[in-house]
């Protein structure tokens, strides 16, 4: 009897020590929850500097809702699992400041695929561009001698 509860104490403790850092498996991973916020960012910022400044009757919501669409499409990714793996990862507050602390660093060293909506076909679908951001080459500044 003593054996039993020794092997079944045993099996919760080790259960109970599980990291806290697991990731389960219908979360999406770190790198791709970063190229989806990275993306949704940059969507906020197109809405903000060229569709909202330039057309004023156009309502934020319904275009965000649009282009958080698009994001998703491009990631292969559901506003459910989206929504699901933000919870998880609010949840777990020191996998989030990884994913927030990257985000933060310089735009060159964060994800760069660039997309365009496809006007051609019905459906609007969006087509990823081949392109990618460059980092800024280095220039040497030399002062101006008067």
């Not at 735009?107 to 760069?112: D, F, G, R």
């Not at 909506?117 to 392109?131: A, E, H, I, M, S």
Request: hydrophobic share 40%; glycine share 0%; net charge positive.
């Amino acid at each position: 009897m003593r054996t039993a509860w020794l092997i079944l104490y045993v099996s919760v403790w080790l259960a109970s020590c599980r990291s806290a850092d697991h990731i389960p498996d219908n979360v999406l991973p770190q790198k791709k929850m970063q190229a989806i916020l990275w993306d949704m960012m940059r969507a906020d910022q197109f809405l903000a500097d060229y569709v909202l400044s330039r057309d004023s009757t156009k309502n934020r919501k319904t275009e965000s809702i649009k282009l958080y669409k698009q994001v998703f499409a491009i990631h292969h990714v559901s506003k459910e699992e989206f929504q699901r793996s933000f919870s998880f990862y609010k949840s777990h507050p020191a996998l989030l400041k990884v994913i927030m602390d990257s985000l933060s660093r310089s735009p060159s060293l964060a994800p760069t695929e660039i997309a365009r909506p496809d006007t051609t076909q019905p459906g609007n679908k969006v087509v990823p561009l081949n392109d990618t951001l460059k980092p800024a080459k280095k220039v040497k500044i030399v002062p101006l001698k008067y």
